[in-house]
């Protein structure tokens, strides 16, 4: 007797849940169509086109299924349908909210824009007496306050200092431009740094030599004099014979 009460209990027990299951998922699609309706009133149609299509679309072939009194079929699919509404719901909100920002954006641009033209018109408006008075006392101000020009630089040292390089001598050095041009006057940078040369011709890379600028015509022929007549640095013929 137990196992037939048991047996009995079991049969009714699948009758009910066979007969849930032949009943249209209607509660599915109420939801559904809700948020679709939902959707469409947010602007979805247009704002968010792909996600509000595909729920339309699963909408429409849950419908279909429960024509076909495919209710099971349709109670899986119609909870996708109201998902992807809720998504272009968001969707379409979110893309109004921006545009929206964009269009407050554009706006304020647009009142600057209006507002320095106004400017401008206004700039235009005033007499012209009043910006000539305007000018001039800008131009009185720019004057009084205008700096003294800045003294002027002082006269070239008649002394400079050079380094010598890997090679050079006082003959070499005394030729260039940017010393006496004369290599004759050797002399004078010799006798300008007796401290440090102890033979004219032993000099070292990394000296630093004191040139003088200032001398006197006589100190100018001594000099070449005693270069022609020294040994230290062989003068050619040319120069020997030439007088400068």
């Not at 137990?2 to 009943?23: D, F, V």
């Amino acid at each position: 007797m137990p196992n037939s009460l048991a047996r009995n209990m079991m049969a009714l027990l699948l009758t009910l849940w066979l007969g849930a299951c032949a009943k249209p998922p209607l509660v599915e699609l109420e939801t559904a169509r809700n948020q679709l309706d939902i959707a469409a009133a947010a602007g979805a149609a247009e704002l968010a086109p792909e996600a509000f299509l595909q729920a339309r679309s699963v909408l429409l072939h849950g419908e279909s299924l429960i024509a076909e009194e495919e209710y099971d079929h349709a109670r899986q699919i119609l909870p996708f349908a109201a998902e992807k509404a809720k998504l272009a719901t968001r969707q379409a909100r979110s893309r109004k909210d921006a545009l929206e920002q964009e269009k407050r954006r554009q706006q304020k641009i647009l009142e600057e824009l209006q507002r320095q033209q106004q400017q401008a018109e206004q700039n235009k408006s005033v007499p012209r007496a009043s910006i000539d008075e305007s000018t001039e006392e800008q131009s009185e101000s720019v004057t009084m306050v205008t700096p003294a020009p800045p003294p002027s630089p002082p006269p070239p040292q008649p002394v400079f200092s050079y380094q010598v390089t890997p090679g050079e001598t006082l003959w070499t050095i005394s030729a260039q431009a940017e010393v006496y041009a004369d290599p004759l006057l050797w002399p004078l940078l010799y006798k300008a740094n007796r401290d440090q040369i102890k033979d004219p011709r032993q000099i070292y890379q990394g000296q630093v030599l004191t040139v003088p600028r200032k001398h006197s015509q006589a100190d100018l022929d001594e000099a070449r004099a005693t270069a022609r007549s020294s040994e230290i640095f062989p003068v050619p013929k040319g120069i020997r014979n030439s007088e400068r």
